[in-house]
């Protein structure tokens, strides 16, 4: 239940702002947990707010009225004079960046890494064409995405966005700050500063680029974009695209769509960039080919298992099966639900703020 919770409560709840879990540009991000056990992340604002109580309380408000199952959800706030404290849904796998790029941690798979990617272009084709107005993240980055114990990928800080008095979503002035993060930057943005979903487009794009080769967006002083180019005009190159933590692991035909896809949403123009749609049709071949491959296993399952009792030998590759979703929180897209227009079937209703 969206709350309002007070101070004390809160500083106690965090071991009087001990327990950080994650910095970034709008704040740091506490462990809490409070009397009744329930457990959440405290993000407190780094910005001194000038805002009104009455103001930020209206915002917030309509912000929390922002459910997908692909986004954090907002659980609450806190205000102490100007201090301003966001209350989310606490992700027990912490971000997808540390996933790739700690040292420590065990490399996530190539279907792991299709799923997150899907994950967020639900989440993103949520906020870009079922929210009323429309509304855009301007901060898409490994950062920025969340795993739970499931490894479903939930997007987070999309509460950039700004309510006005009248109910509409606005966003701060383009004009006084360059919004979002080097390197997955709309470079279209950055010179025209004119926000459009296409800005989430590009970062996405990055995104994906990042999750196919675990390399760091800024990395020995490259944009990854950049020093992909010399693997991207060839085929016979996109094997060393490739994370080498999943070298022998992934299928070369996704490789290629996903490709295809990073190519698209990076286009210097954003007029030329898919709509998050489109990417979502993209990412159902790979999900389609895969669930081939699975009836596939499963007809030579049953075949082994007719003639040597239980035992079978499983096709190569990764061997777990996709998991429907009826079975599971996470979104899957396939071509089957698809219309002619490459969209997926809409929610029940669309969100107006």
Known sequence: MFRRFCYKETLKATKNLSTVIGKGGFGTVYKAEFSDGSIVAVKRMNKISKQGEEEFCREIELLARLHHRHLVALKGFCIKRNERFLVYEYMVNGCLK???????????????RLQIATDVANALEYLHFYCNPPLCHRDIKSSNILLDENFVAKVADFGLAHASRSGAITFEPVNTDICGTPGYLDPEY??????????????????????????????????????????????SKLHELVDPAIAHNFDFEHVKIVVEIIKWCTHREGRARP????????????????????????????????????EFIPHSGDPRCLMSSSSTTRSYCSRSILLDTGSPQSPRGTFCV
């Not at 540390?98 to 792991?112: F, G, I, K, N, V």
């Not at 487009?201 to 080769?213: H, K, R």
């Open 275 to 310: 709509s998050i749609k489109q990417v979502l049709r993209m990412l159902s071949e790979c999900f389609d080919t895969m669930q081939c491959q699975e009836e596939g296993w499963e007809m030579r399952r049953d075949s082994q298992t007719r003639m040597q009792g239980n």
């Open 190 to 235: 950055v010179v025209t500063q004119e926000l459009t979903e296409k800005s989430d487009i590009y970062s996405y794009g990055v995104l994906l680029l990042e999750l196919l080769t675990g390399r760091r967006v800024i990395q020995d002083g490259k944009n990854i974009v950049e020093w992909s180019h010399k693997f991207l005009s060839s085929n």
């Open 98 to 112: 540390d996933h790739l790029h700690a040292a420590e941690r065990t490399p996530l798979s190539w279907l792991t």
